[in-house]
């Protein structure tokens, strides 16, 4: 059984900074697509970031291209979101989840469907 835990979260300043991470237990990132997804109040959970098991390839949603950075330790088993440059539109829940329920990275790594493991969420807040 995979478990996923969420930390970083926290209150910050419109332009200011935080680093999420994604701690993995009971499989390796390295046999796993990540994906980052977040849900702000009323909303459905949209794609952030994603990255495949190789660590080859990343994606990111267009919105927080050039801000946010997906990145992974593997001696940690660790996920990290690197975000930068926070607005108060990226006020939400952030989620880690891992290993696509299909074979195809390139069709499913930003629908939250076909992710099988999910952590509890970790709460981003950006006051402007």
């Known amino acids: 059984q995979v478990q996923l835990v969420e930390s970083g979260g926290g209150l910050v300043q419109a332009g200011g900074s935080l680093r999420l991470s994604c701690a993995a237990s009971?499989?390796?990132?390295?046999?796993?697509?990540v994906g980052w997804f977040r849900q702000a109040p009323g909303k459905e959970r949209e794609f952030v970031a994603g990255?495949?098991?190789?660590?080859?390839?990343?994606n990111y949603e267009d919105s927080i291209k050039g801000r946010f950075t997906i990145s992974r330790d593997s001696a940690k088993n660790t996920v990290y979101l690197q975000m930068n440059s926070l607005e108060p539109e990226d006020t939400a829940v952030y989620y880690c989840a891992a290993l696509l329920r299909g074979p195809n990275y390139y069709s499913d790594y930003n629908r939250p469907g076909q992710y099988a493991y999910w952590g509890q969420g970790t709460q981003v807040a950006v006051s402007s």
């Open positions: 990255m495949s098991s190789s660590g080859g390839r990343t």
């Open positions: 009971g499989r390796t990132f390295s046999t796993m697509t």
